[in-house]
């Protein structure tokens, strides 16, 4: 057990979707929840249309997100909930100046690649996901080796918004990073902000059953295949993920289970705000409402 922190939230890939923000800015306020976990894919993609939030303004991390949650901080006082941050394959990398640079506010911690306290328990964040079709790569990783899938992209090519070396880019794994994080850390007590779901769950299905590509079937599962044995093996509490928009849909569940380990996601494929709901003492009691 954990000494009792109250209900905490996750939302994940709302995409710059000013909507979805407003509606987890009113249920803050309403709802007043210990923490807020943020699962990635938040800023809106350079190449996608978008919903503008103000068109004179174009910072959505300081002039949107920041300036809102600083308004919810002034009203709330002490009752403003710790919100834990990473981004994803779709943020680019070169936001993350202004994410880190919002976070030393204490609007938010900026947990991609580290491990913070939450009480008791400890939050490690890991924005990498194994290679996809988009030529966006500043978040992506092999997964276990150098294998890309039929359609993808390797993390070699496409494109990056930073600038990194030749050995990250063909060497790094999802499965080394992993390791490195977490050490020999206990993670009874932990919670994993991930934005990869992991392999063959009900977490990272996505449609194209029996398609083929190359002459070879198209796999359905979108998940980490590093991540679901890094589950398997270390059995932490509680495991949070995105990614995989139509999931959900496909599986017709948003959250499983990997051993001991409860598995959520709040990536949701409709215009609503997907709101998972959780009590770290309670978690088969999780919910998930479409806003």
């Not at 006082?77 to 202004?98: C, K, M, T, W």
């Not at 990614?243 to 996601?265: K, M, N, P």
């Amino acid at each position: 057990m954990i000494k009792r922190v109250g209900v905490c939230f996750f939302v994940s890939d709302l995409h710059g979707r000013v909507g979805r923000y407003r509606k987890l800015f009113d249920s803050i306020l309403k709802e007043r929840p210990e923490a807020v976990f943020m699962g990635g894919d938040l800023l809106p993609m350079a190449w996608a249309p978008t919903e503008s939030f103000d068109p004179l303004r174009q910072d959505f991390v300081n002039d949107f997100l920041a300036e809102n949650l600083s308004c919810l901080r002034q009203e709330l006082g002490p009752h403003y909930p710790q919100v834990f941050l990473i981004i994803g394959n779709d943020d680019s990398r070169f936001e993350e100046a202004a994410v880190l640079s919002v976070a030393s506010s204490g609007l938010w911690e900026y947990i991609a690649n580290r491990r913070v306290k939450f009480g008791e328990a400890s939050v490690y964040g890991y924005p990498f996901v194994p290679p996809t079709p988009f030529f966006l790569k500043d978040w992506e990783r092999y997964d276990v080796s150098r294998y890309v899938d039929p359609g993808c992209i390797s993390p070699e090519e496409g494109v990056r918004s930073v600038p990194v070396s030749e050995r990250e880019k063909k060497f790094s794994t999802i499965s080394e990073d992993l390791e490195r994080l977490t050490a020999g850390d206990d993670l009874a007590k932990a919670i994993f902000l991930f934005h990869s779901p992991p392999y063959r769950t009900k977490l990272d299905v996505s449609f194209g059953e029996g398609k083929m590509i190359d002459h070879v079937p198209f796999d359905i599962h979108l998940g980490s295949i590093a991540v679901r044995r890094f589950i398997e093996t270390r059995q932490p509490l509680l495991t949070l993920h995105g990614h995989a928009h139509e999931a959900a849909r496909v599986s017709g569940s948003w959250q499983d289970r990997i051993g001991r380990t409860h598995c959520l996601s709040a990536a949701h494929d409709g215009p609503e705000l997907a709101l998972v709901r959780f009590d770290l003492n309670r978690l088969d009691d999780a919910t998930r409402e479409l806003i």
